[in-house]
Each structure stands twice: as C-alpha cells, then as structure tokens.
C-alpha cells in the first residue's frame, strides 16, 4: 500500500497566485481530511469528506480556500488568491469506514511570498 | 468541547532514558485517543491508540500509553529512549460515532530531543 500520496511536497509562489494542493487517499477509504499545520496555531482540521461529499468545512478559514473531491481517489486544495499568511503545511489524511484512525500523507509544503 | 492539552512544549531526554510525555484532554464521554509521532519534514505516524479495554496499550517502537480516566489523562512512556526518537508527538482525541467520521482534536505537540 502506497499510503496518502500529496502533490506536490514543496511549493513556494507569490501573494495573490493560486495554489492548488492535491492528495490521492489510500485506496478503499471513504474518508478523506485536509489539515494545516502552522507554529502558531498547531494542526487544524479544514475540512473533510465522506464518499467524495463534503461534511464539514467550517475549519476551512476564508473564501479564499475550497476544497473539491471529484472521485474517490483524488482530492483538491486550493487557494486562490494566495496570502503569506496561508504559509503552512498542508496534510491530507484518510481513513475507512467504521474505523477511527486517520492516516497521514507527507504534507505539501507551501510559502507564498 | 473537546481539548487536548500537551503541557510539555519540548522535552530533553538523554538517550537510554526513560520518557513520558503527558496528555490531559477534555470530553464529555469515551473518547478514542490517539498518539502520533512527526519526524521533521514527515507526516503524522501513529503509535498507538485506545478505544476501550485495557487501559495500557502497546504501540510501534517500543511506545506504551495508559488511559487514567480519572485523570483525563493518556500518557505516553518509553522505558529506553533511542536517539531516533528524536521529533514531535502529538496526542489527539476524537469521539466514539459509529459510522461518522470523528473529528480528531491534536494537542500543540511535544518537541522531543534526545542526547547522546
């Protein structure tokens, strides 16, 4: 098993680019979670889907972030326009059904300028 | 709400010595318990985790955590730390839903560093 796939794993781009993030879960999981992870406010779950559904994007912080699962097996971020502040490290996790222990990818690592 | 609280920012063990690293949370049930484990520039690995039984649990790498419900407390121990266990723990507690996905709350995290 190849575990959580995320591309890419470093990104650097200037203010007011649009960044996408993407994520391939472990195959069979039907639940897929997107965090961020900064010094200052540690890991923040964003959002998360159940069967390429979202279920709860009230992490996720501005308009300016969304966002989409077009199929079981792949999910984006994205960010657009892009800040400095939005500086972190994105993980996406995923996890089966009736089970409770996520997995994480490697996180992608983005600094916009 | 659930919390998790890690009071230890950054902890320095000397190699060979024993560790635990303390986890406080607040919940209004059972929770599920989570440790994982972040090595610099890696994602979340997990340790070990505690649904319901035995209060001790074993995990990878030689990790064991005890579930003090009275404490509200889940710590993790080591009884020989190796210098690669050098990186950053996170303890996460999530609630039991059958069938729903659990949002998972992560403590701030400990910062171990290990001396040789």
């Known amino acids: 098993d190849a575990g959580v796939i995320q591309s890419p794993r470093h990104e650097v781009t200037e203010m007011g680019q649009e960044v996408t993030l993407r994520c391939k879960p472990i195959?069979?999981?039907?639940?897929l979670f997107w965090y961020r992870q900064t010094m200052m406010r540690g890991l923040e779950l964003l959002i998360y889907?159940?069967?390429?559904?979202?279920?709860?994007d009230s992490g996720m912080p501005e308009d300016r972030f969304s966002a989409k699962m077009p199929n079981a097996s792949f999910s984006t971020l994205k960010i657009q326009p892009s800040e400095p502040r939005d500086s972190a490290v994105y993980f996406c996790a995923s996890r089966g059904d009736n089970q409770e222990t996520q997995y994480f990818g490697p996180g992608t690592r983005l600094l916009v300028l | 709400a659930q919390s998790v609280t890690q009071p230890d920012i950054h902890i320095t063990v000397s190699e060979g010595a024993s560790l635990e690293l303390r986890c406080n949370y607040s919940?209004?049930?059972?929770?599920?318990l989570f440790w994982y484990v972040q090595s610099p520039g890696q994602g979340l690995q997990l340790l070990l985790k505690y649904f319901s039984g035995d209060t001790l649990v074993q995990g990878i790498k030689g990790f064991e955590a005890e579930f003090k419900r009275s404490q509200s407390s889940f710590n993790l121990r080591k009884p020989s730390v190796h210098w690669s266990d050098a990186a950053e723990y996170f303890c996460?507690?999530?609630?039991?839903?059958?069938?729903?996905?659990?949002?998972?709350?992560f403590g701030t995290g400990t910062r171990l560093q290990v001396t040789l």
């Open positions: 889907f159940n069967n390429n559904v979202p279920i709860d």
């Open positions: 919940y209004g049930a059972t929770p599920y």
């Open positions: 195959s069979g999981h039907d639940y």
């Open positions: 996460a507690v999530g609630p039991i839903n059958t069938g729903t996905a659990s949002k998972l709350t």
